[in-house]
């Protein structure tokens, strides 16, 4: 069963004072941080860890369908 993941991510200031939301199918919450740091275009590794954390404290949706693992959109700043 597939899940749709909202997850909100910020790299602070002065690396960026930017972040995003990316909307995200993934079976579990590693195959969403792997989908969305494979899609990452900035490469900040060192805030990996607060990403992982925003994962598991994101908005999840069950799917009814059995739908690709895949980044949906994302919106970055």
Not at 5 to 14: A, S, T
Not at 40 to 53: A, C, I, M, S, T
Not at 57 to 72: A, G, M, Q, R, W
Request: charged letters at 25%; hydrophobic letters at 30%.
């Amino acid at each position: 069963m597939k899940t749709l993941y909202v997850v909100d991510h910020f790299v602070p200031f002065p690396q960026s004072e930017y972040g995003g939301i990316w909307n995200v199918v993934a079976e579990n919450d590693e195959e969403c941080f792997d989908l969305i740091t494979e899609n990452d275009d900035e490469q900040y590794p060192e805030f990996y860890g607060h990403l992982r954390e925003n994962i598991q404290k994101s908005n999840k949706y069950t799917l009814s369908d059995n739908v690709p693992s895949e980044v949906i959109t994302s919106f970055l700043t």
